[in-house]
């Protein structure tokens, strides 16, 4: 892709170099084992919105690595009201990453999981219809589907209450072991206090929304969890991407060799 505003690496090992595509691949990589990998942008004083979307915290620096993110995962992860609310359309790549998934054994497009307790989905919304691979929802066992969405994507059901260990384990059993969740805040809450999360790559615009915006974590509180650094990037103009990941499920940058 034409790259606009650098990107570099600031820790460990910064050099100054803008990362070429492949680069930034190679440092994401893949874990080779089941993983989820949670991914989200912030201002500075930690709002996860600005003017109510994510968009407004979001610059072409994000926008590139949250691509590369989606070519690398198997699933994408994401609440229904985040789906909603942020208007999802189908979840598509360009015929280069395309390649480089079949290079590495993937189907050529991840499969988007939507977690919806309720089932209260547009199956004429676009990352329904219009959707390259058939969508996943993970529901309740009581939960009632609106007319025409078995139509367009297939329903597990998790429990009274959306068991999102359980979903995950399925997810897994159907080939999706390596998971991209995009929210929103009480997905990434309810991830967290099931001790589900094994990455966290946290975009930070340099900017101040003040106050009112929610954080990135939403819902019931839970324990403190360990997170270690793994890298630090920088782009020109003032992002900062942060990658951390639990010491016991660290994968191996490069994991999936860059194409």
Known sequence: MSVGIPIVRAWPQPDGAPLTDPELTALYGRAGRPHLRVNFVSSLDGAVTLDG???????????????????????L???AGTLRHEGYRAVRLNEQRRAW?????LTEYPTLVVVSGSLDLDPAQACFADAPVRPIVLTRDDAEPPAGLTD????VR???DVDLAAGLA???????AELLC????????ALTAADLVDELCLTVAPLLAGAGPGRI????ASAPRQLGLRHVLAAADGVLMLRHTRGDRVPSAGSAPAA
Not at 53 to 70: A, C, H, M, N, Q
Not at 152 to 155: R, T, W
Not at 217 to 220: L, M
Request: aromatic letters at 6%; a negative charge; hydrophobic letters at 35%.
């Open 53 to 75: 979307y994510s968009e407004g915290l979001s610059g072409e620096p994000d926008k590139r690595v949250f691509g590369l993110l989606r070519m690398l995962c198997d699933g």
């Open 77 to 79: 992860l994401v609440a």
């Open 101 to 105: 998934r079949r290079e590495h054994g």
């Open 152 to 155: 367009v994507a297939d329903l």
């Open 158 to 160: 998790c429990g009274a």
């Open 170 to 176: 399925e997810l897994r059993r159907r080939g999706l």
């Open 182 to 189: 995009e929210g929103g805040p009480h997905l990434f809450g």
């Open 217 to 220: 974590t939403a819902g019931d």
